[in-house]
């Protein structure tokens, strides 16, 4: 993480909000360190997320 970045975990990253707010912390990174992912179960759109290297922490599950 870089100093001065802010950390964000994205709750629902699979979803409409949760993939703009992934666009807008890729458009910034020198402002927003993404540190871990969450969805509840579209586990497709999940792997191509930490396979285009987001996210540490990564969290499957129905809540």
Do not use: H, R, Y
Request: aromatic share 8%; glycine share 16%; with cysteine.
């Amino acid at each position: 993480m870089t100093i001065g970045c802010k950390p964000f975990s994205v709750l629902g990253s699979t979803g409409s909000i949760g993939t703009q707010t992934l666009d807008i912390i890729a458009e910034f990174p020198e402002k927003f360190s993404l540190v871990a992912l969450a969805a509840g179960s579209n586990i497709d759109v999940l792997a191509k997320q930490v396979m285009l290297g987001w996210g540490g922490g990564v969290v499957v599950g129905a809540w």
